[in-house]
């Protein structure tokens, strides 16, 4: 990747900080359009919240606008797959939302219809059909929602190939710490200053520090890594009570979440917690997710584990993303407070964020994730 000139006077038409795969998306987009970008990153590419994702490339629909976001987005990533090399291990398993009783199957049925009304291609398995697409599941299960566009792939893999054909177009790219934004300048611990036509916050949940006063928490999760079991998995399996688990803002929670990847690993989550910001793995939250995975699949307890991490989301509180001008800087645009959703919703925020810039139009909407609604949200909470 190309160095960046650190002249004081160096100038870009796009600076982006953070290089975690909403920083490469947009940059990726940004430099598709001709403009001049720099990205600065203080770590590895993709080595934050990236590094510790699933990868699920998902449809969810808490609200329309979440769908409108989440659709796009699988839209722009398939439109990338041609592209994407072998070590993004981009698939579309497709998920299945897994219903344990008649009360969940309304909500598949509640849940498909609004899918379909999306655009998006979905079924309804009863519970025959649900053992036969994924024979490992235990039995009798109620049914699921088979939702057949999702995805899986290797996010820090994808985040690297984006900076690399940023780079390859004449994009820059440094390794630094950005200490602060100031009007249209970023200033760097060396004391450098480059300034730009506009600056992308891209830091993920270090984004409050270079643009004080945004409303985001941390949102710990843990993943466990198997070692390889080809054919073990042929769906992204979920429970329903995952979206509990997602809603929830006070209490730990976890919930069966297990996407194969192409390597024939199984990823095993997932878990959610606030307040609790120190990274080490907690192995009672481990052993829950574990026995909360076997209660619905019992071989998982025959698989081998090689690893096991965390890694923090950064949530919002209305659980939309912070997508465009900053209300107290129009030059700073925000990207982030994607919380579980930023690995699917990170090529829409990428394309916002470009349109945003050039002025013109999308194919959705930008309103509904403008940071200026969360001065109307932290009046009405
Ligand atoms: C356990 C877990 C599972 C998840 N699973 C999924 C999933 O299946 N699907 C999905 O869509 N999402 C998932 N997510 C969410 C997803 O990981 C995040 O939403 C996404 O990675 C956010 O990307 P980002 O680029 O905004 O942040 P990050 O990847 O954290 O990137 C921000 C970058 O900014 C850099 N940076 C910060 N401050 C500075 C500074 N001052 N100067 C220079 N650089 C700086 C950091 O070093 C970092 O590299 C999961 C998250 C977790 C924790």
Not at 106 to 111: D, I, Q
Request: aromatic fraction near 4%.
């Amino acid at each position: 990747m190309g160095d960046l000139v650190t002249a004081s006077n160096s100038t870009c038409d796009v600076v982006v900080v953070g290089a975690g795969i909403v920083g490469a998306a947009c940059a990726h987009f940004l430099m598709k359009e001709g403009l001049r970008v720099a990205v600065l990153e203080r770590g590895i590419v993709g080595g934050g919240a990236t590094a510790a994702a699933m990868g699920h490339l998902v449809a969810m629909d808490d609200s329309p606008a979440q769908l409108a976001l989440t659709r796009f987005s699988l839209q722009l990533w398939k439109e990338l797959e041609d592209q994407l090399p072998a070590s993004a291990e981009y698939r579309q398993p497709g998920t299945l939302w897994i219903a344990s009783d008649d009360e969940e199957m309304t909500e598949v049925r509640r849940k498909c219809e609004v899918y379909r009304s999306a655009g998006l291609a979905c079924e309804v398995l009863d519970s025959v059909a649900l053992g036969e697409a994924e024979p490992k599941l235990t039995r009798p299960l109620a049914g699921a929602l088979r939702v057949l566009g999702d995805g899986v792939v290797y996010p820090q893999a994808a985040a690297q190939f984006l900076l690399q054909v940023v780079a390859d177009r004449g994009g820059l790219f440094t390794d630094c710490n950005v200490v602060s934004i100031i009007g249209n300048e970023v200033l760097l611990g060396d004391r450098t200053r480059i300034s730009a036509g506009h600056i992308v916050n891209a830091a993920g949940c270090a984004a409050p520090e270079l643009t004080p006063g945004i409303v985001m928490r941390k949102r710990k999760g843990h993943l466990i890594l198997t070692d390889r079991y080809p054919g073990f998995l042929r769906h992204q399996v979920v429970e329903l009570g995952y979206l509990k688990s997602a809603h929830s803002v006070t209490a730990d929670s976890v919930a069966f979440n297990l996407p194969p990847r192409a390597t024939g690993q199984i990823l095993i989550g997932s878990s959610r917690q606030y307040e609790n910001e120190d990274a080490a793995v907690d192995h009672d939250i481990v052993r829950r997710i574990m026995e909360r995975a076997c209660e619905y699949m019992p071989e998982v307890a025959t698989l081998s584990v090689l690893r096991m991490w965390t890694g923090f989301r950064a949530a919002t509180p209305d659980k939309l993303p912070l997508i465009g001008p900053s209300p107290e800087n129009p030059k700073v645009l925000l990207a982030t407070g994607h919380e579980g959703l930023g690995i699917t919703a990170s090529m829409a925020t990428g394309r916002l964020i470009t349109d945003n810039i050039l002025q013109r139009r999308s194919l959705i909407s930008i309103e509904p994730y403008l940071p200026s609604r969360m001065t109307y949200v932290a009046a009405h909470v």
